[in-house]
């Protein structure tokens, strides 16, 4: 991957690690006595919690930390969720000091949603995911095609399946366009000043039983509707929205801005959204959409596509984008997003050749 930008519109990369304090709360050590010189042992203790004490000072404080992972679902319907690796990512996420408040996870949770017996996957994926909950971590699903393929059968969406993935996360808010319950919703962080929103890119209406699938989706006009209902009523400075499904995906023209997809995009940028952050491709995207550079962009802002926490990660000679500017990265990871005041942080870790890196990050600014 390219070596990102440190400008205006591309934002500028943060240091990879936050210093931490150890929180020990040792005890000063004893003053010598007056005329008498320091012992070396005392003074390198001294420095020593001098140094602890800087670095406890200096140590930033989020007013939110959250991660996003994306496409944890195995490679068949027999291990429907790749617990090697997401398990490994949980590891790497557990390990953050701090921890983060919560985990959205961007679709595909497992690689089949149903059986044609009509059993479901999504219990066994809340049970892989208690490394999370049991930690305090919230879970944020999305809805992504393979969780509504039935087994053998991927080339559509079933209607029941869908039906089952809302029954399964019924605790999600329901707050979404009619039929959207839970497949669709947003919910606020009022210490951050953040707004979250999250989108369902593969809808099956209550007058169809399964629908086709197409790569890249589909929004209807009822949920671009609510979301620009949504963003004009927040008051919240920083404002995501999160969906399976790229909106400018780096396979190819025939994939980006489609339709409603376009539609979309404009809503978001209007409705003031910084980052899209969304799965689907298997691999790491940042892409920038700068203001007027189309007709949908309206302002700048960002697509984020996230690593494949589970999913065969896709090989970049597949892309079709040679462009530096999507910074392509491709194998298994995650991201880390800091909120601290008007700035948003976003780092992306990856394992590659030499083991787990940090493969991009960058800071957005909101005006």
Not at 30 to 36: H, T, V, Y
């Amino acid at each position: 991957m390219s070596k990102p930008d440190r400008q205006v519109g591309a934002p500028e990369i943060r240091p990879l690690d936050l210093a931490q304090g150890d929180g020990t709360g040792a005890q000063r050590p004893s003053e010598p006595e007056e005329g008498s010189p320091m012992r070396p042992s005392t003074l390198i203790r001294s420095l020593w919690l001098a140094l602890a004490l800087l670095l406890v000072l200096s140590a930033p404080v989020w007013a939110l930390r959250f991660v996003v992972l994306s496409d944890t679902q195995g490679p068949d319907a027999k291990q429907a969720v790749n617990l090697p690796v997401l398990q490994e990512v949980q590891e790497r996420v557990l390990a953050l000091e701090p921890r983060p408040s919560f985990a959205m996870v961007t679709g595909d949770l497992v690689q089949v949603g149903g059986e044609q017996d009509r059993r479901t996957h999504f219990e066994e994926w809340k049970v892989a995911m208690r490394p999370f909950t049991d930690a305090g971590i919230r879970v944020w699903p999305v809805v992504g095609n393979h969780d509504l393929y039935v087994n053998q059968i991927y080339n559509f969406q079933y209607r029941w399946v869908q039906d089952a993935f809302q029954k399964a996360f019924a605790d999600l808010p329901q707050n979404g366009p009619d039929d959207y319950e839970g497949l669709a919703y947003a919910f606020e962080d009022p210490a951050s000043n953040s707004f979250f929103a999250v989108l369902d890119t593969y809808h099956i209406p209550k007058s169809m039983e399964a629908i086709s699938y197409v790569r890249q989706g589909h929004i209807r006009d009822e949920q671009t509707l609510w979301l620009a209902e949504k963003l004009a009523a927040t008051p919240a400075r920083h404002r995501f929205v999160f969906g399976h499904n790229p909106v400018y995906s780096p396979q190819g023209p025939m994939q980006s801005c489609i339709g409603n997809w376009c539609d979309l995009w404009q809503v978001m940028n209007e409705g003031g959204a910084r980052i899209y952050f969304c799965g689907h491709d298997h691999l790491y995207s940042r892409r920038l959409v700068t203001a007027g550079s189309l007709p949908e962009a309206t302002s700048t802002m960002l697509q984020v596509i996230c690593p494949t926490s589970g999913g065969k990660p896709r090989p970049l000679d597949k892309v079709a984008v040679s462009d530096p500017s999507w910074h392509l990265w491709s194998g298994h990871g995650f991201l880390v997003v800091d909120v601290q005041g008007a700035t948003v942080s976003v780092t992306a870790w990856g394992k590659g050749p030499q083991g787990w890196e940090r493969i991009d990050g960058f800071d957005v600014t909101a005006h």
